[in-house]
C-alpha cells in the first residue's frame, strides 16, 4: 500500500503524535509498504532536518507558525501543498495522525482524490479547550466530529476515549492501541549509579515523565514532594516548567531525555506517578510498566485500560493530591508491594510490541479498503 501519513506533529517534536506517527511510518516502510509523512515544520530547522534525514520515509514539511502561548506546538498554515503531496504519492490510503488544522488539509486532500481516510484520535483537543481556554470545548468538538465523520474509520486507543468519541457523535468507532519498545524500557537498565546521584541519601525515587503543560496537572505532586524519605523526580519541558520549579523547589528537574537515557531514567525510578486526567491512552504509564515500575495515575481515560489497580498499580480520583499523595506513600512504604506490582506491569505490556499494534493497524487499512471496493462495486451494480 501507499500511505500517505497526515499528522500534526512529527520528530524533532517530542509528544505521543509525533512518536506514534513515526513508529507508524517504520512499521509500514519495514512491512515492505510506501508511507510518506506530511506534517508541519518544527521549530528548529537543522534538528528537523537531521530528523527528516532520519525518517523511513519521505518527509514533507508545510509551512507553520507556532502556538501563541506554546511555541513548541505548531500550526499549519493553509494551501494545497498536503493534496499536491497525496497526490504526488499516488497515495492508496490517507492516515491522519490526531487530525485537526494539518489533519483538515488532509481530509480534504483525500475527498478530491476519491481515497479512504483512516482518523487516529490521539488528544483529547476538547478537554484541552476546556483546561486552556475555559471556553470552545463545544467548538472543539464540533470541529473533531467533522473531520472523524468524514474519515472511513476513526482508530481510538482506548475503551475510555472511544466512548467519549462515540458520545459525541463520532461514527465507525474502532479501537487501536499503542505499542511500546520492551526492549528499550526494560527494568535491567536500572542503574544504580544514577540512583545514587538522585537519591545520595537512600530515598525512595518518585517520577514523573511527560509535558509539563497546564492540563498535565503536575502540581498535584507537590504533596508526594514532602513525603518524608521520598525524592521526586520531573522528566520533561514545556511552558510550565518555570512555575513547576517554583511549585515543586525540592524535586530534581532533569528536562527533556529521550533514547537510552531515558530508558535508564524509568527503571531506576521506584514508583511512576502520572498525574493528568486527559489522556487518550498515556504511554509514559506504558512505557513505566515496560521498565517495571509500579504506577500510580489518574482514574480516567487512558490509564483505566493499562493500570489494574491492585495488581500493576494503584488508580486514584482525578485532580485529588490527598489521594494521589496516599496511593504513593502506600507503595514508598512497601518495597514488597512495589516489587510485585512491578512484575505483573512488565508481564501485561511485554507483548504489545509496535510491530504488533502497526500489524493491527494495516489490518485497519485493508478492511476500509475492502470496504470502499465493496461500495464501488455495489454502485456499479446499482447503475447497471
Known amino acids: 500500500m501507499r500511505v500517505a501519513l497526515v499528522t500534526e506533529s512529527f520528530p524533532p517534536d517530542v509528544n505521543g503524535v509525533a512518536h506514534c506517527a513515526l513508529r507508524t ?32 520515509c519521505p518527509v514533507v514539511r508545510v509551512p507553520s507558525l507556532p502556538l501563541p502561548g506554546y511555541r513548541q506546538v505548531r500550526v499549519a498554515l493553509p494551501g494545497r501543498r498536503v493534496a499536491a503531496a497525496i497526490a504526488a504519492h499516488r497515495a492508496d490510503l490517507v492516515h491522519l495522525a490526531s487530525p485537526f488544522v494539518i489533519g483538515a488539509h488532509g481530509v480534504a486532500g483525500a475527498a478530491r ?10 488528544t483529547d483537543l476538547g478537554g484541552y479547550a476546556r483546561a486552556y481556554l475555559g471556553i470552545g470545548e463545544n467548538a472543539a468538538w464540533h470541529r473533531l466530529r467533522t473531520l472523524h ?22 461514527p465507525r468507532v474502532h479501537l ?34 511527560g509535558r509539563l503543560a497546564p492540563e498535565k496537572r503536575v502540581e498535584l505532586l507537590a504533596g508526594v514532594a514532602e513525603l ?17 520549579r517554583a511549585a515543586l523547589p525540592s524535586a530534581v528537574f532533569l528536562g527533556r531525555r529521550t533514547g537510552g537515557e531515558l530508558a535508564s531514567i524509568y ?8 498525574t493528568g486526567p486527559m489522556e487518550t491512552f498515556c504511554q509514559t504509564v506504558q512505557e513505566a510498566m515496560a521498565s517495571g515500575i509500579p504506577v500510580v495515575a489518574p482514574a480516567a481515560g487512558g490509564p483505566l485500560d493499562l493500570v489494574s489497580p491492585g495488581r500493576t498499580g494503584l488508580l486514584v ?29 512488565r508481564a501485561a505490556v511485554e507483548g504489545r510490541s509496535w510491530a504488533a499494534v502497526g500489524d493491527l493497524l494495516i489490518g485497519h ?18 447503475a447497471a
Open 228 to 244: 518524608p524519605g521520598v525524592r521526586l523526580v520531573v522528566v520533561g519541558d514545556g511552558p510550565s516548567a518555570a512555575n513547576l
Open 176 to 209: 487501536w492501541p499503542r505499542g511500546v519498545d520492551a526492549v528499550r524500557f526494560h527494568p535491567a537498565h536500572r542503574d544504580a549509579a544514577l540512583r545514587q546521584e538522585l537519591a545520595p541519601g537512600g530515598e525512595v525515587l518518585v517520577g514523573y515523565v
Open 317 to 345: 480520583p482525578p485532580d485529588d493530591p490527598d489521594a494521589l499523595r496516599d496511593a504513593v506513600r502506600r507503595l514508598a512504604t512497601t518495597p514488597r508491594l512495589r516489587a510485585a506490582y512491578g512484575l505483573a506491569g
Open 113 to 122: 482524490l476519491g481515497l479512504p481516510c483512516v482518523a487516529v484520535y490521539q
Open 267 to 274: 527503571a531506576s525510578l521506584d514508583v511512576f506517578a502520572h
Open 365 to 382: 487499512y485493508e478492511e476500509v479498503l475492502a470496504e470502499r471496493r465493496s461500495r464501488k462495486t455495489t454502485a456499479s451494480e446499482v
Open 25 to 56: 511510518a517504520e512499521h509500514l516502510a519495514a512491512r515492505g509498504h510506501a508511507p510518506l509523512v506530511i506534517a508541519p515544520t518544527a521549530p528548529a530547522r537543522d534538528r528537523a532536518a537531521e530528523a527528516d534525514a532520519a525518517a523511513p
Open 149 to 170: 465523520t468524514a474519515a472511513d474509520r476513526t482508530l481510538a486507543p482506548s475503551t475510555a476515549s472511544a466512548a467519549d468519541l462515540e458520545r459525541h457523535g463520532i
